[in-house]
């Protein structure tokens, strides 16, 4: 079966801009998180859908960042007034629901110049 | 605060031999942990997990172990192969329910030929 998938798989911009990132999750899978890494670093936590539950907001690091998600399918994040640090890989997760496992997509590769 | 440490960036072990990856945290909340793989250009792949009422489990080549009062895991390839080549994650979560993961920074893992 597909898996997770994510558009587009790289997007430059220019500072001060707003961009959209995609994710579809795979078929029935309830839970969906979005995580970035930045150069060298490892991955880090932004938000987390769970079914018809107020989302996870804790790690967005700032209110120039959001999120929505419809019913149980597609996401999008969405970044305003992009700024050089947000430069990143932005991977999208998807998981059944209960239980630990998460399956990813290949990532968007956001370079903001 | 990095919640979930991976002290070694690199390791490079022969083709045959074992390879051990050590990871490390501080949150003793955690209690259940994962190790990803990851390639180049390409999202984590989820490859071998623990619960914190085991010490041990094992999935073909690939062992994970669990030392809680040491807040310390590692993850055993034996014998390793070339394909191992890649970025190996470990992963954390706690809180059942909301399984959002907490990363280390990786290891790089060369397997020589």
């Known amino acids: 079966g597909a898996g997770v998938s994510q558009s587009p798989s790289n997007k430059v911009t220019e500072k001060g801009k707003d961009v959209e990132l995609r994710c579809d999750p795979i078929?029935?899978?309830?839970?969906l998180y979005w995580y970035r890494q930045r150069l060298g670093q490892g991955l880090e936590f932004l938000i987390y859908?769970?079914?018809?539950?107020?989302?996870?907001k804790s790690g967005l690091p700032s209110d120039r960042f959001s999120a929505e998600r419809t019913g149980e399918s597609v996401s999008t994040l969405t970044i305003q007034r992009t700024q050089q640090e947000d430069s990143a890989v932005y991977l999208c997760a998807s998981s059944p629901g209960r239980g630990h496992e998460q399956f990813f997509g290949p990532g968007t590769r956001l370079t903001v110049l | 605060d990095q919640q979930v440490k991976q002290n070694s960036p690199s390791l490079s072990v022969q083709e045959g031999r074992i390879s051990i990856l050590n990871c490390d945290y501080t949150?003793?909340?955690?209690?259940?942990f994962l190790w990803y793989k990851k390639y180049p250009a390409e999202g984590p792949t989820f490859l071998i997990s623990?619960?914190?009422?085991?010490d041990k489990n094992e999935d073909g080549r690939f062992t994970v172990f669990l030392n809680k009062s040491a807040k310390h895991l590692s993850l055993h390839i034996v014998p390793s192969q070339p394909g191992d080549s890649a970025v190996y994650f470990c992963?954390?979560?706690?809180?059942?329910?909301?399984?959002?993961?907490?990363f280390g920074t990786g290891t790089r893992l060369t397997i020589i030929p």
């Open positions: 623990i619960s914190s009422i085991k």
């Open positions: 078929s029935g899978h309830t839970a």
């Open positions: 859908f769970q079914g018809n539950s107020a989302p996870d």
């Open positions: 992963a954390a979560s706690g809180d059942f329910g909301n399984e959002k993961l907490t």
């Open positions: 949150n003793s909340m955690f209690d259940y």
